[in-house]
């Protein structure tokens, strides 16, 4: 039987790659609809997150959600998660030993889903499929990634919400590029 996303949730719940992390609240292993077509991946989970156990729903989750929107995605018909599943301690970039210690999990959750598009927001996730690749050239720009549950999957590079927070002159760009998910 194949592994189901419910399971790998449990999993990574009960994993000792929190032991790293003396002072969190919550594990965010993601959510959404188990049949979707596209997953969401994007960094690490922020404050929020960490308080709630659920990924993007702070600001740049609030921007991500309204993105979406206009794009015509509604935020329940995906499933969103993170490279790595726990918070860095004070807002830090994930190391890449961190997101090699996730990736296992990140990679059977893809499996599991078998998503038509994987959607990366920022360079961190983006560099797990893409490690050369410059998210200022790549994005919006679909890419075929070989043999992760198919011999080929689209990888869509994205900007990570957080760019359109800190640079609202950015967020024509990138409401652009999410208009690409439905167009793929
Ligand atoms: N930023 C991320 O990359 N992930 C979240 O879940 C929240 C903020």
């Known amino acids: 039987m194949p592994e189901t996303l419910q399971q790998i949730a449990e999993e990574i719940l009960a994993s000792d790659l929190k032991d790293m992390y003396p002072n969190i609240t919550n594990v965010v292993p993601g959510e959404g609809s188990n049949t979707a077509e596209i997953m969401i991946i994007g960094e690490a989970p922020g404050k929020q997150e960490d308080l709630e156990g659920r990924p993007f729903i702070g600001r740049s989750g609030k921007l991500l959600t309204k993105m979406l929107e206009e794009a015509g ?25 961190e997101k090699d210690l996730w990736f296992p999990f990140l990679k059977r959750q893809i499996i599991a889903l078998k998503p038509k598009i994987i959607a990366t927001l920022g360079r961190h996730s983006m560099n797990e499929f893409l490690p050369d690749a410059t998210i200022s050239v790549v994005h919006g720009q679909p890419q075929k990634v070989g043999g992760l549950w198919h011999e080929h999957q689209i990888v ?15 967020k024509e760009v990138m409401i652009a590029d999410f208009k690409k998910i439905p167009e793929i």
Do not use: W
């Not at 995605?73 to 030993?97: A, C, G, M, Q, W």
């Open 73 to 97: 995605l509604d935020r329940e018909e995906i499933f969103i998660t993170n490279s790595v599943k726990i918070r860095p301690p004070e807002n830090r970039d994930p190391t890449s030993k």
């Open 156 to 170: 869509l590079p994205l900007y990570h919400p957080a760019v359109g927070l800190y640079n609202p002159s950015q």
